[in-house]
T-cell receptor, first 113, second 111 residues
Framework: DSGVTQTPKHLITATGQRVTLRCSPRSGDLSVYWYQQSLDQGLQFLIQYYNGEERAKGNILERFSAQQFPDLHSELNLSSLELGDSALYFC????????????FGSGTRLTVV | QKEVEQDPGPLSVPEGAIVSLNCTYSNSAFQYFMWYRQYSRKGPELLMYTYSSGNKEDGRFTAQVDKSSKYISLFIRDSQPSDSATYLCASRSGGSYIPTFGRGTSLIVHP
């Protein structure tokens, strides 16, 4: 167990729907990072939050949004889902806002049908 | 062209072999280099973290960076079936704390 908790582990939903993925970082970690992993694109950075504030943004679609709450857990919201959004979504955390070696969670496998 | 390239494999070796995993990168600003190991149905875990060129050793693992050729290597000595996983290399510049990942190389170590 890495200490980063992601729920749910699996999610199957229909096109056009909206889902929320949840991440609890390791105790003491202030930064949360969201990644999408697919076979053709590999691990793609989506967005980073540090102590509740957005710190960096990657290739995140406008249909996707995230936030980090005062208790430091984070949620990734995916809306108007398309078949191509099917992927593994990972959350990682680190103590500071610098990515000096993340700790990843086990991911949420999203299948859009 | 992706900034960090890896051969997806799979690379299949017998137990006890020396494994060489490689990456190339295109961004001259990259100064920090990482190797992650990812088991099936798990998140990546950090194996090695190096700065600039040179070698770094940790147990059976050695990371090597050649900035002149933009080449990153991970060597695994005395490979074990438990080393079977996907290995991701990643790099970042000094000005960005977000690394760019390669797509990973699948390694299979058979008994």
């Amino acid at each position: 167990d890495s200490g980063v908790t992601q729920t749910p582990k699996h999610l199957i939903t229909a096109t056009g729907q909206r889902v929320t993925l949840r991440c609890s970082p390791r105790s003491g970690d202030l930064s949360v990072y969201w990644y999408q992993q697919s076979l053709d694109q590999g691990l793609q950075f989506l967005i980073q939050y540090y102590n509740g504030e957005e710190r960096a943004k990657g290739n995140i679609l406008e249909r996707f949004s995230a936030q980090q709450f005062p208790d430091l857990h984070s949620e990734l919201n995916l809306s108007s889902l398309e078949l191509g959004d099917s992927a593994l979504y990972f959350c990682a955390s680190s103590q500071q806002d610098r990515g000096e070696g993340y700790t990843f969670g086990s991911g949420t496998r999203l299948t859009v049908v | 062209q992706k900034e960090v390239e890896q051969d997806p494999g799979p690379l299949s070796v017998p137990e006890g072999a020396i494994v060489s995993l490689n990456c190339t990168y295109s961004n001259s600003a990259f100064q920090y280099f990482m190797w992650y190991r990812q088991y099936s149905r798990k998140g990546p875990e950090l194996l090695m973290y190096t700065y600039s060129s040179g070698n770094k050793e940790d147990g059976r693992f050695t990371a090597q960076v050649d900035k002149s050729s933009k080449y990153i290597s991970l060597f695994i000595r005395d490979s074990q079936p438990s080393d079977s996983a996907t290995y991701l290399c990643a790099s970042r510049s000094g000005g960005s704390y977000i690394p760019t990942f390669g797509r990973g190389t699948s390694l299979i170590v058979h008994p």
